[in-house]
């Protein structure tokens, strides 16, 4: 199994361990500290060894913030985590603020005072967020303090090693374009900003580059390291070799030289002392690697990270091997609906235990079909009745709950596969669900479809498609507190940028992108709602009697939406049209891949005209 289920939230530790902490300020010279939920890589997911939030907080979510002062502690989540940071932390020590709403540069803005001297480890926040923080402390009269060590290090006694898992080349039948072409690619885009060179600092971007694979973390797999690239010449990749055997050592050295990752700050000193013009990223990359190339006499070119967007947009072998792997796990989800079908209505059936089914549902699946399943894309979210209203809901044996008649289950699940990347949500009734429920049900399905039938012109930003989700509970007086879609890698990061639908997506949608498609409806204490394909968006193709070609999106899951939850009467006709299709679609590709003819007949039943 990859999910474990043991209780991680260790909030009845957090008072020694903060004592520990602000003993550290006057050797620091610091008042306060902040410490993100990132590490020195700043990606989602994190190793082990720098969960520093969780352990100083108890605070487990994928996003956070703790200022932690002399005699006060904040802990900043946005509208994803509210509910799970009011269990997870200790309330008489912290205070929840809203991590959108009021973020701590603006939370200073209103606190601060004069000679107030606030700590931060600039490996873990980008030149952005220190940016921010900076002209915050500025304005009430005080410093921005960067430390030499990350302060939590500082009283870790026990913390884990860092990772070191073996490094895989990615099939070019998969990863689609040779490594040369992509460097060929950035060179250009680095000699267009007039750099030298471009720093790489997403472990995401270096393995996309080099067309290599890793498991330092448990949900992405990408191998932790850092790249320069010149603007002309062979590029260094800063990893450890101990990662590497043979085969993978061989591929690389014949594409960039090999140096360990502790010699990357002098790497960094060398540019600046070289006068070098650096592109960095600074909404991506650590504060740190520019202040280190400046501070050596360099100078740093902002720009975006220049393999952000090219990865972000699929080529065609990418999207042709992300349609397959959806296949196979669109086979594997039937399975587990069909099984859960079968066994909730006799009870018995838990969180955990549905939890584990599903991921054995995945990997059996995956074996069969000759493409494993090597890792879950994320920690399943599996609610069942009030459970699903906490939308980052990941369960473990303390929360375990019964998954009871009468209520919905919602699955939030995905798979890391070498073809790619799989995320999907699926709310299942369990017996009879009340009317109102079912109500808020279609209302999401509404939206859903309404993004997934959407016709748009080239240079449309995701900001302007989040609407079309959300119109009808608006119409009915609600909301969710979560962006529509995010962004998908292949066989990579799950969350992908620069593209999202969300009120914050800026970046236009290109061809070749995949997002998630992921409205919901939430009611704290009673039930939750998630509905969510992956789609990605399609060619820009004329329109009947239009006098202008429009992109779309082509919807890649395929799985069953439960017919049970759906209000007939609240759906247009063409709604009802895409709904059938779809699950004709579905009907049709995945049959064949089913062996167990109980599946097949459920299968047929769930897909029914509506």
């Given at each position: 199994?990859?999910?474990?289920?043991?209780?991680?939230?260790?909030?009845?530790?957090?008072?020694?361990?903060?004592?520990?902490?602000?003993?550290?300020?006057?050797?620091?010279?610091?008042?306060?500290?902040?410490?993100?939920?990132?590490?020195?890589?700043?990606?989602?997911?994190?190793?082990?060894?720098?969960e520093?939030?969780a352990?100083?907080?108890?605070?487990?979510?994928?996003?956070?913030?703790?200022?932690?002062?002399?005699?006060?502690?904040?802990?900043?989540?946005?509208?994803?985590?509210?509910?799970?940071?009011?269990?997870?932390?200790?309330?008489?020590?912290?205070?929840?603020?809203?991590?959108?709403?009021?973020?701590?540069?603006?939370?200073?803005?209103?606190?601060?005072?004069?000679?107030?001297?606030?700590?931060i480890?600039?490996?873990?926040?980008?030149?952005?967020?220190?940016?921010?923080?900076?002209?915050?402390?500025?304005?009430?009269?005080?410093?921005?303090?960067?430390?030499?060590?990350?302060?939590?290090?500082?009283?870790?006694?026990?913390?884990?090693?860092?990772?070191?898992?073996?490094?895989?080349?990615?099939?070019?039948?998969?990863?689609?374009?040779?490594?040369?072409?992509?460097?060929?690619?950035?060179?250009?885009?680095?000699?267009?900003?007039?750099?030298?060179?471009?720093?790489?600092?997403?472990?995401?971007?270096?393995?996309?580059?080099?067309?290599?694979?890793?498991?330092?973390?448990?949900?992405?797999?990408?191998?932790?390291?850092?790249?320069?690239?010149?603007?002309?010449?062979?590029?260094?990749?800063?990893?450890?070799?101990?990662?590497?055997?043979?085969?993978?050592?061989?591929?690389?050295?014949?594409l960039?030289?090999?140096?360990?990752?502790?010699?990357?700050?002098?790497?960094?000193?060398?540019?600046?002392?070289?006068?070098?013009?650096?592109?960095?990223?600074?909404?991506?990359?650590p504060?740190?690697?520019?202040r280190a190339?400046?501070?050596?006499?360099?100078?740093?070119?902002?720009?975006?990270?220049?393999?952000?967007?090219?990865?972000?947009?699929?080529?065609?072998?990418?999207?042709?091997a992300?349609?397959?792997?959806?296949?196979?796990?669109?086979?594997?989800?039937?399975?587990?609906?069909?099984?859960?079908?079968?066994?909730?209505?006799?009870g018995?059936?838990?969180?955990?235990?549905?939890?584990?089914?599903?991921?054995?549902?995945?990997?059996?699946?995956?074996?069969?079909?000759?493409?494993?399943?090597?890792?879950?894309?994320?920690?399943?979210?599996?609610g069942?009745?009030?459970?699903?209203?906490?939308?980052?809901?990941?369960?473990?044996?303390?929360?375990?709950?019964?998954?009871?008649?009468?209520?919905?289950?919602?699955?939030?699940?995905?798979?890391?596969?070498?073809?790619g990347?799989?995320?999907?949500?699926?709310?299942?009734?369990?017996?009879d669900?009340?009317?109102?429920?079912?109500?808020?049900?279609?209302?999401?399905l509404?939206?859903?479809?309404?993004?997934?039938?959407?016709?748009?012109?080239?240079?449309?930003?995701?900001?302007?498609?989040?609407?079309?989700?959300r119109?009808?509970?608006?119409?009915?007086?609600?909301?969710?507190?979560?962006?529509?879609?995010?962004?998908?890698?292949?066989?990579?990061?799950?969350?992908?940028?620069?593209?999202?639908?969300?009120?914050?997506?800026?970046?236009?949608?290109?061809?070749?992108?995949?997002?998630?498609?992921?409205?919901?409806?939430?009611?704290?204490?009673?039930?939750?709602?998630?509905?969510?394909?992956?789609?990605?968006?399609?060619?820009?193709?004329?329109?009947?009697?239009?006098?202008?070609?429009?992109?779309?999106?082509?919807?890649?899951?395929?799985?069953?939406?439960?017919?049970?939850?759906?209000?007939?009467?609240?759906?247009?006709?063409?709604?009802?049209?895409?709904?059938?299709?779809?699950?004709?679609?579905v009907?049709?590709e995945?049959?064949?891949?089913?062996?167990?003819?109980?599946?097949?007949?459920?299968?047929?039943?769930?897909?029914?005209?509506?």
């Amino acid at each position: 199994m990859f999910q474990k289920f043991d209780v991680l939230s260790t909030p009845d530790l957090a008072a020694e361990r903060i004592a520990r902490l602000r003993e550290q300020f006057d050797r620091l010279g610091v008042d306060a500290v902040a410490v993100p939920r990132a590490d020195e890589y700043l990606g989602e997911y994190v190793p082990e060894c720098a969960e520093r939030l969780a352990w100083i907080t108890g605070f487990t979510g994928s996003a956070g913030q703790t200022l932690i002062f002399r005699n006060s502690a904040h802990i900043f989540v946005d509208g994803r985590y509210t509910a799970q940071a009011k269990v997870q932390t200790d309330s008489e020590i912290f205070e929840i603020e809203d991590l959108v709403g009021n973020p701590p540069h603006t939370f200073i803005r209103k606190g601060g005072h004069e000679n107030f001297r606030l700590g931060i480890d600039p490996w873990t926040f980008t030149s952005s967020e220190t940016r921010r923080l900076e002209a915050a402390m500025e304005s009430v009269g005080g410093k921005l303090v960067m430390l030499d060590d990350n302060p939590v290090d500082l009283v870790w006694d026990d913390r884990p090693a860092e990772p070191l898992e073996p490094v895989a080349i990615q099939p070019l039948d998969y990863a689609g374009r040779e490594v040369e072409d992509k460097l060929d690619e950035m060179r250009k885009a680095i000699v267009a900003k007039k750099a030298d060179a471009a720093v790489l600092s997403d472990p995401s971007s270096v393995a996309w580059t080099f067309n290599i694979r890793g498991s330092d973390l448990p949900s992405t797999p990408h191998p932790l390291s850092r790249a320069i690239l010149p603007a002309s010449g062979r590029p260094t990749l800063y990893i450890d070799e101990r990662k590497l055997g043979i085969e993978s050592r061989a591929y690389l050295t014949q594409l960039a030289d090999l140096m360990p990752p502790e010699s990357f700050d002098e790497a960094l000193a060398n540019l600046g002392r070289d006068k070098a013009a650096v592109m960095v990223d600074p909404g991506v990359a650590p504060h740190a690697i520019a202040r280190a190339i400046v501070k050596a006499g360099g100078s740093v070119i902002e720009a975006s990270d220049p393999a952000r967007l090219p990865r972000a947009v699929k080529n065609e072998a990418e999207i042709k091997a992300s349609a397959s792997v959806h296949k196979q796990d669109g086979a594997a989800m039937v399975r587990f609906l069909a099984w859960f079908d079968s066994e909730a209505p006799k009870g018995g059936l838990d969180e955990i235990s549905a939890t584990s089914k599903l991921e054995s549902f995945r990997a059996s699946t995956g074996e069969e079909m000759q493409m494993p399943l090597k890792a879950l894309s994320f920690d399943t979210i599996a609610g069942a009745g009030p459970d699903a209203a906490i939308i980052h809901y990941r369960v473990n044996t303390k929360t375990n709950r019964p998954i009871k008649p009468g209520e919905m289950f919602l699955v939030d699940s995905g798979g890391q596969y070498v073809s790619g990347t799989t995320d999907i949500t699926r709310t299942i009734a369990v017996g009879d669900v009340p009317e109102e429920q079912k109500r808020f049900f279609t209302l999401v399905l509404k939206g859903m479809i309404a993004v997934s039938r959407l016709r748009f012109p080239e240079g449309t930003r995701g900001l302007e498609i989040d609407p079309f989700a959300r119109h009808a509970l608006w119409q009915a007086g609600v909301d969710y507190g979560h962006g529509t879609g995010h962004g998908v890698g292949s066989f990579l990061a799950v969350h992908e940028g620069p593209q999202s639908i969300s009120r914050r997506g800026e970046q236009a949608l290109l061809p070749g992108m995949i997002v998630s498609n992921e409205p919901g409806y939430y009611r704290d204490g009673a039930f939750g709602i998630r509905i969510e394909n992956l789609i990605y968006v399609t060619q820009p193709e004329e329109i009947e009697g239009g006098d202008r070609p429009m992109l779309g999106f082509e919807t890649l899951t395929l799985c069953p939406i439960d017919r049970r939850l759906i209000v007939k009467d609240l759906m247009t006709e063409d709604e009802i049209a895409w709904l059938d299709a779809y699950h004709a679609r579905v009907r049709d590709e995945i049959t064949p891949l089913l062996t167990d003819q109980s599946d097949k007949a459920w299968l047929e039943a769930a897909t029914a005209a509506l």
